[in-house]
Every structure is written in structure tokens, then in C-alpha cells.
């Protein structure tokens, strides 16, 4: 092999360059703003400073904050571990699984940008001109009861949090139906014929087997809960409850910012994060409960008798209503020359679609941004995680450890806290990128750096060494290699973390609200601005643009997936 590689050391030394760039730069970019915000946290232009961690220790402003920000994600945090366990038991242990519309349906809430999903259930359930709200008022109407206003309100705490609760389930369904995917049946089995019911199996059996994912289910909730902007900047603010996110995005703005206090907070959120993920990494190596073994796909399912449709109607149709009836509202909205609960047939029209196509220069520019962002920041972000999948599995052991601890390092930084890093490192001085789209990509691929390493580790672990030795002895340099042999292989898995990463990148709010500017806007901005700014109908029609253009593009992209995979 050494010799083989020696005839192409011109080759090989290239690739390797190339391959080192790639980790070092993507190391400096992911610990230089962390770097600067725990600076600019305690230290001043005199020193050591710790007013500012004084002052907001002291506000009580700030503990209330807190204690709303653990109490929207606590509670929508546990009711997103149940379901989500309960769909996922539903749909690999039992019978009452509808095959792929049951693994597709909880996953929908993912294609759909987070701040388009929230306004749909807000031109729902908004207390006045909801639209469901419109139709329960009829409903009550018809049997004498009256009501002006509701009966539901989504601007209130608990509005907050079901939507809340929404945002969390996939990542809940999507850890522990894998758990239970991998999970050795022998052992439920074994229970069932000794004579244990469904219940007790799935009691004493199946739940302590699948206890460390369902810990780092919990972990990874309260990590995306307490970063999420898009459900707490539209319902928390009109229920008047301040979390994190909001705060600091808040502080930075106002007037004047209050930049010390906004970083201080980040702070607080980066460790609060990065507690959970060590936690989450802890309980998953630790393997106490785990018990894998390789029967999973093999797993005889519960039959639930009489109770099949019934389940499965009841589980089919509650995704049905939280996916596509909050398009439906966006859809219906969209069509109004102005949002009322009462839709006129005559008047509804595609005005708005024109307007914020072919009239408004921010809406088509802004979607134009967002695509670009999108598929460029999918693209080579996929592209850089192949590349350190292949370098962290040919090193040294000692090696791997810290390079693959960079690249989860983005997982356990909130949103919010890698936009001020970004913002104070990048975005004014010498380099001021500040608005630019360059600012926007770079920070994507950050953010999203370690779901696409985790997409492309596990097609690279697909790749025989064999085919890899046998390229080599034929000659081929390293770069030949990946471009002919490890890459075409990888690329049914590299095109499902493309998927990932498009989504996220073009809908991308928390980040994008700190670092874009008017003359680069992009979705996420523009919505939320059009919102604020009271353009319903058009919030609607913008919203039902991006979640048909995603969905195109998500689709496409998946057949070429399966095409690639048949071949």
C-alpha cells in the first residue's frame, strides 16, 4: 500500500492538504466565536469584569425569563418524549403501523420552515380571526351558545407550548423509534411467552432496554427547546412570555443594546446546552440498559386485534391535523385580500402571490437568498462532512477523539448564541461581514455541521475497506479514490443529509435574525418582518411559496435518492 501510494505522492499530498484545510478551517470557525463570546462575558477593556454577570443575577426580570424559558420547554419537552415514544412503539412494535405514511407523517413538521408552521397555527386559532376558531363559534351558535371571541386562544401558555410541543416530537419520534429499530426482540419474546401482556412487556422489558435513548431524547429536547426563536418570537411575545432567545435578541436591539447582558445570557444558554449534551453522550456510551443485538428488523410485531384501526385511524388522522391543517389555514389566508375568520368565495384571489412574487423586490429576493443559502450550504456542507467522516475513521485512535468532539461542539451551542458569536467575531473590524450572505453560510454550515458529519458517517461506515484497498492497488491516488469509489457509494446517505441540511439552512430564523441584513434578506427575516409589519395574507402566501418549494425540492431529491439506491 505504501508503495502504491508513493507513485502518486503528488496526488496524495494534495488530497491530504486539502483534507487538513477542510478540519482547520472548520475548527476555527466553530471555536473562535465561542471564543470571543466567553471573552467579551468576563473580561473588559480593564480586565477581569463581572458586573455584568452581577447585574443579571440580581435582575429579577431575568430569573423570571428563566424559569418561563424551563417551563415552556420542560413541560412540552415531556409531552414530546410520550408521544413521540408512543408513535414510535406504535409503529416498530405493533401492527397498527400504516408503513411509510406512519414514518413519514411525524417527520413532515421538519420540511416545513418552523416560523411558517407557527403563523399557520396562529391564522387558525388566533382568538378573533382564527379560522377555526370562526368555525367553532358556528358550531356553538347552532346549539345556542354564543361566543364573540375563541373559544381558543394560541396567544397563551398553553398555545405556546402545544406549539412548542410540535416542534419537538420528530426529534423525539426520530432517536427512539432507531432505539427500538436496533432492539434485540429476543428478550419481549421471551416475555410474551411466558405469558406477559403487551403492557407488562413493554413496562419491564422494552422501557428500561430503550432507557438511554430515551435520556437522550430528553437531552436533545431541552437543547432544540431552549434554542428555538420561531415558536417563542410569535406566540410567546403575544402571550407576553419572555424566554431566552427572545431576550437576547431583544437586548441586542434595543436601544441602546445592551450587548454585555445579551452575551452574558449566551452564556448561559452554551452551558446549559453543553451540560445536556455531555449528559446525552455520557448515558448513550455508557450502555447500562442498552441491549442490541442484530434481529431488530426481524422483531415479530403485537398483534392489537380489534383495536388495529381504530389506533391507527386515531394515530393517522392527529398527524394529519397538526401537519396539514396549519398549511390549510396559510392556504386560505393567503387567498384573502385582508385575514378574517369569515371567507368570502368572490373575493378570494391570487393577489397576494403576485405581489410578493412579482411586485415585492424583498419577498423574491429573499426566497431567491434562502434557495441559494439552501442548496449551496447543503452542498458543501455535506461535501466537508464527507470529508472529516473519512478522515476521523482512516486516523489514529487518538486522533478521532478530537475531531469528531469539534464537530458535535455546534450541537450543545444554541442558535441565538452562535449568531452574537459570529456577530462580534465577524461582523464589524477589518472583516465586517455583517449582512453579507457570506456571514449566513458560513454560519450554517456551523450550525449544521454535526448533523451532516453524522449523515455522511453513517453512509462512509457502508463502504467496505476492501473496495477502497482494491482501488489503491490498481493505483489510483486518494483523490481518485473518493471522487470515483467512496463518494458514488456514500451518496444515497450523503443525499438524505443534503435533505437535512436544505431544509434547515433555507429556513434558518434564530441566526439569520442577528446577522442578515435588508439589502441580503432572506425567508425566515422576511417573514417575521411581514408579520410584525401586519401583512397577514402575505405572511401566508410567502409561507405557502417556501413550504411548496421545499417540498418540491425535498421530493425530488429523496426519488433521486431511492433511483440511487435501486441502481
Known amino acids: 500500500m505504501r508503495l502504491t501510494y508513493s507513485a502518486h505522492r503528488h496526488s496524495l499530498n494534495w488530497f491530504g492538504i486539502l483534507t487538513l484545510a477542510v478540519v482547520a478551517l472548520s475548527t476555527f470557525f466553530v471555536v473562535y466565536p465561542l471564543i470571543i463570546i466567553i471573552k467579551r462575558a468576563f473580561f473588559g477593556e480593564s480586565g477581569l469584569d463581572v458586573e ?78 382564527g379560522l377555526l376558531n370562526a368555525l367553532l363559534r358556528d358550531l356553538f351558535s347552532l346549539v345556542g351558545i354564543n361566543i364573540r371571541r375563541g373559544p381558543v386562544n394560541i396567544f397563551t401558555y398553553t398555545g405556546f407550548v402545544f406549539v412548542m410541543f410540535l416542534y419537538l416530537l420528530p426529534f423525539s419520534y426520530l432517536i ?155 392556504l386560505i389566508v393567503s387567498l384573502q385580500p385582508l385575514w378574517t375568520a369569515r371567507i368570502v368565495w368572490g373575493r378570494l384571489s391570487l393577489s397576494n402571490y403576485t405581489h410578493i412574487l412579482f411586485e415585492r423586490q424583498m419577498t423574491s429576493d429573499a426566497l431567491q437568498n434562502s434557495l441559494m443559502l439552501g442548496m449551496a450550504g447543503a452542498t458543501i456542507g455535506m461535501l466537508i462532512a464527507a470529508l472529516i467522516a473519512l478522515t476521523v475513521r482512516n486516523s489514529p485512535t487518538w486522533l478521532q477523539g478530537p475531531i469528531d468532539g469539534m464537530t458535535v461542539l455546534p450541537a450543545a451551542v444554541p442558535h441565538s448564541v452562535m449568531g452574537v458569536g459570529f456577530l462580534f467575531a465577524f461582523g464589524q473590524g477589518w472583516l465586517n461581514l455583517h449582512g453579507t450572505l457570506a456571514i449566513l453560510l458560513i454560519v450554517y454550515l456551523v450550525m449544521y455541521l454535526p448533523q451532516a458529519v453524522r449523515s455522511a458517517s453513517a453512509a462512509s461506515a457502508q463502504v467496505g475497506r476492501e473496495l477502497v484497498e482494491a482501488a489503491a492497488i490498481s493505483r489510483a491516488s486518494p483523490l481518485t479514490v473518493f471522487r470515483r469509489v467512496q463518494l458514488p457509494l456514500m451518496m444515497p446517505g450523503l443525499v438524505a443529509g443534503w ?39 402575505q405572511v401566508a402566501a410567502m409561507s405557502i411559496v417556501v413550504t411548496m418549494t421545499f417540498t418540491i425540492i425535498v421530493l425530488v431529491m429523496l426519488r433521486y435518492c431511492r433511483g440511487g439506491l435501486r441502481r
Open 52 to 129: 455584568g454577570i452581577v447585574q443579571l443575577i440580581t435582575d429579577p426580570a431575568v430569573a423570571e425569563v428563566i424559569l418561563n424559558t424551563i417551563s415552556v420547554v420542560g413541560v412540552s419537552g415531556v409531552f414530546a418524549l410520550l408521544v413521540g415514544a408512543l408513535f414510535a412503539w406504535l409503529n416498530e412494535r405493533t401492527d397498527a403501523d400504516a408503513g411509510w405514511i406512519s414514518e413519514l407523517l411525524p417527520l413532515i413538521p421538519l420540511l416545513i420552515p418552523t416560523i411558517a408552521c407557527v403563523i399557520g397555527w396562529v391564522t387558525l386559532l388566533s382568538p378573533q380571526a
Open 176 to 330: 427512539i423509534s432507531a432505539a427500538l429499530r436496533n432492539l434485540d426482540p429476543a428478550l419481549e419474546e421471551a416475555a410474551r411467552i411466558t405469558g406477559a401482556s403487551p403492557l407488562r412487556t413493554f413496562w419491564k422489558v422494552t422501557l428500561p432496554s430503550i432507557r438511554p435513548a430515551l435520556a437522550a431524547s430528553a437531552l436533545v429536547l431541552i437543547i432544540q427547546g431552549v434554542a428555538n426563536f420561531s415558536v417563542p418570537i410569535v406566540l410567546g411575545t403575544g402571550a407576553g412570555i419572555d424566554v431566552l432567545s427572545v431576550r437576547i435578541y431583544q437586548l441586542l436591539y434595543a436601544y441602546p443594546p445592551k450587548v454585555d447582558l445579551a452575551i452574558i445570557m449566551s452564556l448561559f444558554m452554551m452551558i446549559t446546552a453543553q451540560t445536556a449534551l455531555i449528559l446525552q453522550r455520557w448515558i448513550s456510551s455508557s450502555g447500562r440498559f442498552a441491549t442490541i443485538g442484530g434481529k431488530g428488523s426481524a422483531a415479530s410485531r403485537i398483534r392489537l386485534g380489534r383495536w388495529r384501526l381504530p389506533v391507527r385511524s386515531a394515530m393517522i388522522g392527529y398527524l394529519l391535523a397538526t401537519s396539514f391543517v396549519p398549511v390549510v389555514g396559510l
Open 499 to 537: 435533505v437535512i441540511l436544505f431544509v434547515h439552512c433555507a429556513g434558518e430564523l434564530t441566526a439569520s435574525a442577528l446577522l442578515s441584513a435588508s439589502n441580503n434578506p432572506v425567508v425566515g427575516l422576511v417573514l417575521l418582518d411581514l408579520w410584525e409589519n401586519g401583512s397577514f395574507p
